[in-house]
């Protein structure tokens, strides 16, 4: 379900309520945001935190992690409970995008084709040095709590950026995907 920003959506946690809240300050009228967006294939069910559709660039799927985040050198870790967890953000982010990408190219009310989609992993809580490079995670996949000021900018670059010659997200294809995101085929009364 889309919240228009005047309203509240369910977030899980303050991470989430904080990178909402600069989506809803920074994102421009025609742009969306869908909060808690679960999708299921055949690996598995999936939730985006947030999808994001940025008209003039494309759309992006954000996995917030909140708390005390780091990467050990081997992998992402979060305190979570009081307990050190193992975590995969960049994996649940990239899978989760992939299967909403699919579960919307699907829909034979979608026209667009192959647009610009892509994830990105925010890290609210978590202050990243300026050289942190990951191979399957660049720094500019990444934004931590001193980028939220610009989360909206960042995305829109990640989008924008992309070297695929594939077009930009319309007005038409943020109706389309809002209309693909409510679900077809429903049982009538």
Not at 18 to 28: C, K, N, P, S
Request: contains cysteine; negative net charge; glycine residues 8%.
């Amino acid at each position: 379900m889309t919240i228009a920003p005047n309203e509240t959506p369910r977030l899980a946690n303050p991470a989430e309520r904080r990178t909402w809240q600069a989506l809803v300050d920074q994102l421009q009228p025609n742009d969306l945001i869908v909060p808690g967006q679960r999708v299921t294939d055949h690996l598995k069910d999936h939730e985006v935190d947030f999808v994001v559709a940025i008209e003039g660039a494309g759309i992006v799927c954000l996995e917030v992690k909140g708390g005390e985040v780091w990467h050990d050198g081997e992998g992402w870790r979060q305190i979570r409970g009081g307990r050190d967890h193992r975590i995969e953000p960049v994996r649940q982010a990239r899978e989760a995008c992939y299967a909403l990408r699919g579960y919307i190219e699907s829909d034979p009310r979608w026209t667009q084709g192959r647009l610009r989609w892509d994830h990105v992993v925010v890290l609210p809580n978590t202050e990243l040095p300026g050289d942190f490079e990951l191979p399957e995670c660049p720094r500019w996949k990444v934004i931590d709590r001193n980028d939220l000021d610009t989360l909206a900018d960042k995305l829109r670059y990640v989008l924008l950026r992309q070297e695929l010659d594939r077009p930009l997200l319309a007005l038409e294809g943020i109706e389309q995907l809002a209309t693909a995101l409510s679900g077809r085929g429903l049982p009538q009364r």
